[in-house]
């Protein structure tokens, strides 16, 4: 089975959840995005990092060096109180299209 890209919107906001569970870096936030859909959505390298940085550049997300686990140094991105409150918006509006596509397709 091939594995659904994501829409820029999309991955912006799947981004700001994985990061409402704490603090990561990118590596992380795609490979948590990947398991909790059982690899159904696929987060490249190239979408992923230019997703970050648009969040920083809305204030969004802040990010800072520290050492991995691993003793490399990795970028680790922090969500910030504009984006949780962005994201609650974000969250609310896909309920309402989730809901509606529901319905849609069951024809009620």
């Known amino acids: 089975m091939t594995r659904a890209a994501l829409g820029a919107g999309t991955l912006e906001m799947l981004i700001l959840k994985t990061l409402d569970t704490g603090v990561l870096h990118g590596y992380a936030i795609a490979q948590h995005i990947e398991r909790l859909s059982k690899d159904v959505l696929a987060v490249e390298q190239g979408s992923l ?15 800072q060096w520290k050492a991995s686990p691993t ?38």
């Open 49 to 63: 990092y230019p997703a970050l940085e648009r969040l920083q550049a809305k204030g969004w997300v802040t990010s």
């Open 71 to 108: 003793g490399r140094q990795a970028r680790y991105y922090t969500i910030t109180a504009s984006g949780r409150k962005h994201l609650g918006a974000k969250k609310t509006e896909y309920d309402r299209v989730a809901l509606a596509v529901a319905r849609v397709m069951r024809g009620t």
